[in-house]
Nanobody, 133 residues
Framework: EVQLVESGGGLVHPGGSLRLSCAAS????????IGWFRQPPGKEREGVAV???????SYADSVKGRFTVSRDNAQKTLYLQMNTMSPEDTAMYYC???????????????????????????WGQGTLVIVSS
């Protein structure tokens, strides 16, 4: 059974920072992708930042240079550090995982995923991030 539990959302001013956490209880024997997705109000879900089994990150162009995804294997936690935030970053943020992803495929989730496609096996309940003055 896979469990993903997000935390850390909240209200932040434009230009500010926030760190999200995802407690990830999962067991795999091969490649996988785990990362962050978001759904802005009235828009489709999109990929934000994803890491593969080796920890290699991929980012959506809209967050590159501002957001950093990392993981703590000992704590079984995935993080998303968000800096220089803008109102366009307002969204429900989700942690999700594809537990059978072949090597080299995780970048798809960060750059091309828009609500359909792929094979995301598990989702967290989401955490709301609002960027507003």
């Amino acid at each position: 059974e896979v469990q993903l539990v997000e935390s850390g959302g909240g209200l932040v001013h434009p230009g500010g920072s926030l760190r999200l956490s995802c407690a990830a209880s999962l067991s795999t024997r091969g490649g996988y992708c785990i990362g962050w997705f978001r759904q802005p109000p009235g828009k489709e879900r999109e990929g934000v930042a994803v890491v593969d089994v080796n920890g290699t990150p991929s980012y959506a162009d809209s967050v590159k240079g501002r957001f950093t995804v990392s993981r703590d294997n000992a704590q079984k936690t995935l993080y998303l550090q968000m800096n220089t935030m803008s109102p366009e970053d307002t969204a429900m943020y989700y942690c999700a995982a594809d537990l059978s992803a072949p090597p080299g495929t995780c970048a798809y989730y960060a750059r091309d995923y828009h609500g359909t496609g792929g094979s995301l096996d598990a989702w967290g309940q989401g955490t709301l991030v609002i960027v507003s003055s």
